[in-house]
Each structure stands twice: as C-alpha cells, then as structure tokens.
C-alpha cells in the first residue's frame, strides 16, 4: 500500500496557510468614478464591506449631485443661470453653489485678484488641446469683464448676480477641492473615520491608514521625463488637503514659449513666474484656490500669501529652484531621482 | 520497422486519439485543467515498447487530434506538439538513464512537468512575451499537472502490469531490450 | 511506486504550492489593469474604476469588463473561451491566446503614495 498521508496531509497543510489570512480589522476599500470631467478616486478604511460601499455610493451620489449644479458647460446647471443672467438679474441658487462661490470671492479678495472665478471671458478665447491662442485685442477685449468684484451676493435670498452682461463665472479652479470637502463631510457623516479623497489633484485626508501611517501624497514633477521620475516629492498628511497647480496639465508651447491653463486674471496671458504650486491647508477649497493664487502671485508674493493664510506651500519656480515653508519640511521627503 | 510494430503504433495511436478526443468533450472545471490522458498511452508503449514507438504515437495523435478539432498548424497545435515531443523526451530519456530509479508514477510527473515547460515556454516566447504572465500561472499548471500526472501514472502502472501478466511472453522480450 | 515516484511527487507538490505563493507576493502590486496585444500595452487603466474596454485581438473584437476592482474577460472571439471561464480576478493574469490579448490586473508600478496632487 502507498504512503500517501504524510504527503496529502503536507499538502493540506500548506493550502491552509495559503488561505488563511491573519484576521484584519480594517481594511481599505477604494473605487474611482468619473465626475466633473476627471476622475475621482476615494479610499476609506473601515470595518465593514457594506459600511465602505455605502459611504461610497451615498458620497459619489453627492460630489455628483455638487458637479451637476456647477458645471460650466450644462445649461442646466446653476452656474449656467447665473451666467445667462449676468448684468440682468440675481439668480436663486442651492447653498452649495452659493457657499462655493462666496469661498471663491473671498480667495480672490485674499488674493488681490490673482485667484478670479469670473475669468471665464478669457479662458474662452483660448484652445489650449488645438493650441491656439487668443489675440492682445480680443483679451484686452475680455478683461474688464473679469472683476470678482462684480460678483453680487445676496446671503439672505442666497442669489448670486453678475453686475455686467457678458460676464462668465467659471468654477473651475475652486470647485474639485470643493467637491473634495463635500466628500470628506459624507464620509465622516456616513461613520468612515479614516480616508483619502482624490478629486484629480486636489486631495483631502483624513485619519490614518491601517497601519497607524499618515497618507502619504506625491508630488507631481513638473518636468517630467519619464515613469521613474513621476513624483518629485512626498508629503505625509493627516486631516490635511493639498493642491497641486502647474504650468504642465494643459499647455502649448509656440515659439519656444509655454502657453498654459493658469491665466493672470491681470493679463488674460499665462502665469509666467512658476513651474507648479502645492498648497496645505485643512480645507480642499483652499488648497485648490490659493495653488492657483499663488501660482499667479509668483514665488515671493505668493510665498508671502501662503504664508499669510498659515499655509504650507511648495513652489518650484520658473528656474527650477524650491522654495518651501518651515512647516512643511518636516512633513516632505524629496525624491532622489528627479 | 515490423509490420508488427506498425500495428501495434497504429493501435496505440488509436488509443491515445480516442483519450485524447474524449478528453476534450469532458467539462473543464478549472480552466488550463488538462487531465492529459493520453499520457497514458504513451508513458505504456514507452515502458513496453520503448521510445521509438512511443514517440511515433505522440506525433501521430498530435498532428491527428488537432486535424479533427480543426486547429492543425493553430496555436494550440504549437503547444501540443511541443509539450507532447518535449513530454516523452523527457520521460525517454530517464528511462534511458534508469529503468529502475523511477516507476510509471514518477515517468509520468516528469512528463507532466516538461509537457507544460514546454507549453509556457512556447506560450510565452511565441504568444504573449509578458513575463508576469506566465510566471504568475506556472505554479498553478505546475501543481495540476503533478496530479494529474501523478493519477495517469497510477493509472499506467495498472495497465502495465495487466499486459504483462496477460501477455507475459510477447511483451517480456521489448520490455527488456 | 519506487521511493524515487514518491519524493517526486511531494517536491513538486510542494513547490507548486511555493511558487503561487511566492508569485503572489512577488509580482508587481501595482492598482492598474493593464492590456496587451501581441505583447503590446494597448489599454492602461485604475483597476477601481469601473468600465467596459472593447480589445482588438488578433482575430476580432474582444470585450474586457472591470467592475469593483475586479477584471474579467467577458468576450472573446476564439473557441475553447478558457480566458472567459476564469472569471473575475483581481490579481494576475487572463490570457487569450488565440488572440493574442493578455489582460494583467494589479500590475503597473507599485506606488508608494496613496494619491498624486499636480
């Protein structure tokens, strides 16, 4: 007779201790949606599948919900009525689209304009995916349409107005980071203690992971040559948002020149003195506005404002060189290959 | 050749293709489960009447089975005629080394082992060229292929052993040449 | 059964059962589904974002579906269907070899971030 048991208990044996799994208490869920325009990814960590997948559903179900009100291009968006209305009459709008807005105002207040929600004129003129650019006559055209200060709120009816017909307030610059927080917010109400919202670069965390580890966020390099040299930085962050705006997401170059998506609000042109801008704060809506405000600003100006806002700011400059703020040294770690 | 042996390879061959096409009706619970059955017969013809014969049986039922399923000269032809010629290699060639070392049980998870090397390496060196690929499913056909191997072994061991009590005389003399 | 037919058996056992667990923890741990045709990246996706991807295989049209952080090949033009079988999987590899489409989930570079701003 054979002597099969010593070998098909071994075998067993290690079958066993391939499927079992340590017991886990947490673990992390994480699903990606495509919502205004760009990809959201979320990732929880939570006890429960059906906790994580309903926090998931109800939160994509609101950030869905926020995108449909502001979105630029949908006439059936909020957005679109204030638009339609401009220089004619005050618009009623939801308290999210009201609230964003007046965040918007007031960063651009803090900003002296170099964050402005009202570029829409301008950014109009431009094509930057068939790389065409707008002529000195038509933006100098647009620009006196372009005034944060135009914008009328009206708290107690919570109605927007647009003070000059033709103007165009586009949400574009404020309104991921604000999605982010509506994200945190549902999250946390729906019991998820420990998460990550990624609204394409504008990131809100909160808790920690499972392993008791900040978050951990790369920074995109604004050069980049290749897959080894995609980050050139990461930061550790808990219960903290950070934005990234660079010269590189949307751009031309012509005559030697980079033309990209970051106008000065000032010029109608593009922002000169900056490579990219990373913004910590505890708010996404910040984060992803006063990037772009200070990406406008410029190294020294917008080093000042960040630092002025109690912000963390990462710029790289037109020549490449850092400039960073104490708080966020010992949060970052630069990478050795860029 | 002997017109016996030519009766007997187009008998075995026979043999080898029915398994073969019997196999292919089974319902495969795992994909990349082939129980290999006609190993069988070639492990037997291999034992008892030695590699030429064995090797014979091989071509014919490869080139054969893949006329009848339709895909002669198909990538699964490829891959069938090079595990099948690299199988019995295999097991030829530690027979040759050694006809008491390992029995029919062993013969067959060497063959087992080199029929589906040869099927991934030709998989990946001809098909996908994705490393990862190929790596990530080896253990799997490694360990499918060690039971399977090791049930058709046990299974030729049987046949083995009934031929020769039954026909002791006429396979006594091949299998010990 | 020689002592030989025996030892073998169990080292190959045993070494199967290393292997997948080896390559398990090995093989790139990346959240991407990543295709390829013929050995070439045709289609690089998160692995966490559902969506129904159409391949061009060597002979016609295959239809590979991600859904909750699963991939699995839903159609396919060849014959024997073992790439549709296999299901769902979240990590590893759906080969359809007649056509020559490799689907890898879980591949891509591992990051070590969580998340990239920029």
Not at chain 1, 210 to 230: L, Y
Not at chain 2, 22 to 49: H, K, Q, V
Request: with cysteine; net charge positive.
């Amino acid at each position: 007779m054979m002597k099969k048991q010593p070998v098909i208990a071994m075998a067993i044996l290690l079958l066993a201790a391939l499927l079992s799994c340590s017991p886990r208490k947490e673990s992390v869920y994480r699903k990606s949606m495509p919502i205004m325009d760009t990809i959201v990814s979320i990732t929880v960590v939570c006890e429960s599948k059906e906790q994580a997948e309903k926090a998931l559903k109800e939160t994509f179900a609101a950030m869905d919900h926020f995108a449909g009100l502001i979105n630029f291009y949908s006439d059936a968006s909020e957005l679109s009525a204030i638009n339609r209305n401009a220089g004619t009459s005050a618009t009623k709008v939801s308290p999210e689209t009201f609230d964003v807005i007046e965040q918007a105002v007031f960063v651009a207040g803090k900003s002296g304009g170099a964050f402005d929600p009202t570029i829409g004129p301008v950014v109009k003129l431009w094509d930057f995916a068939g790389r065409k650019m707008p002529s000195g006559i038509d933006v100098s055209r647009a620009l006196p349409l372009v005034n944060y200060r135009d914008i009328i709120l009206d708290r107690k009816n919570s109605s927007v107005l647009l003070r000059k017909k033709g103007m165009l307030m586009d949400l574009g610059g404020i309104a991921k980071g604000y999605a982010a927080d509506i994200a945190a917010a549902s999250l946390k109400k729906n019991g998820i203690l420990s998460g990550l919202v990624a609204v394409a670069g504008d990131i809100r965390t909160f808790g920690m992971k499972p392993d008791r580890t900040p978050w951990s966020i790369g920074i995109k390099n604004p050069r980049q040559t290749g897959e080894r040299d995609e980050i050139i930085a990461k930061v550790r962050l808990t219960q903290k948002a950070i934005s990234t705006s660079g010269d590189y997401e949307r751009y031309f170059i012509a005559d030697g020149k980079r033309y990209h998506h970051i106008l000065d609000p000032e010029t109608g042109f593009s922002a000169e003195t900056c490579r990219s801008v990373s913004i910590v704060a505890d708010t996404a809506v910040y984060t992803d506005a006063f990037s772009t405000a200070v990406f406008v600003l410029g190294p020294e100006q917008g080093m000042r404002l960040a630092k002025e806002m109690g912000f963390d700011a990462l710029i790289i400059d037109g020549h490449g060189t850092t400039h960073i703020t104490d708080g966020l040294k010992e949060k970052i770690s630069f990478e050795k290959n860029t | 050749m002997q017109l016996q042996d030519k009766r007997r390879i187009a008998i075995l061959s026979a043999y080898a293709l029915a398994l073969h096409g019997f196999e292919a009706l089974l319902p495969s619970p795992i994909p990349w489960l082939r129980l290999g059955l006609a190993n069988i017969i070639t492990l037997t013809a291999l034992i008892l009447f030695g590699f030429r014969t064995a090797f014979t049986i091989t071509l014919i039922r490869v080139v054969l089975g893949s006329l009848f399923a339709g895909t002669f000269l198909g990538p699964s032809f490829v891959l069938s005629l090079g595990g099948g010629i690299c199988g019995t290699c295999a097991m030829g060639a530690m027979l040759g080394i050694s006809r008491k070392f390992f029995g029919p049980v062993g013969l067959s998870l060497i063959g087992a082992l080199f029929h589906n090397g040869a099927q991934l390496f030709l998989a990946y060196w001809i098909f996908i060229q994705r490393i990862e690929a190929v790596i990530f499913i080896t253990p799997v056909i490694m360990l499918l292929g060690t039971l399977t191997g090791f049930i058709n072994g046990i299974v030729s061991d049987i046949l083995i052993k009934n031929l020769l009590k039954k026909e002791p005389d006429s396979l006594h003399n091949v299998a010990q040449a | 059964m020689t002592l030989a037919d025996r030892a073998l058996f169990t080292v190959l056992i045993i070494a199967s059962f290393a292997g997948m667990f080896y390559t398990r923890e090995a093989l790139s741990q990346g959240t991407e589904v990543i295709i390829e045709v013929s050995g070439k990246p045709v289609f690089t996706a998160s692995l966490d974002l559902d969506r129904d991807v159409p391949i061009e295989g060597a002979h016609g049209r295959a239809g590979v579906e991600i859904r909750d952080g699963k991939v699995r090949m839903k159609e396919a033009p060849c014959d024997n269907h073992i790439c549709m079988k296999q299901g769902w999987i979240t990590r590893g590899t759906i080969v359809c070899l007649p056509n020559s489409i490799v689907v890898i989930a879980g591949g891509g570079v591992k990051k070590d971030v969580d998340a990239i701003t920029g």
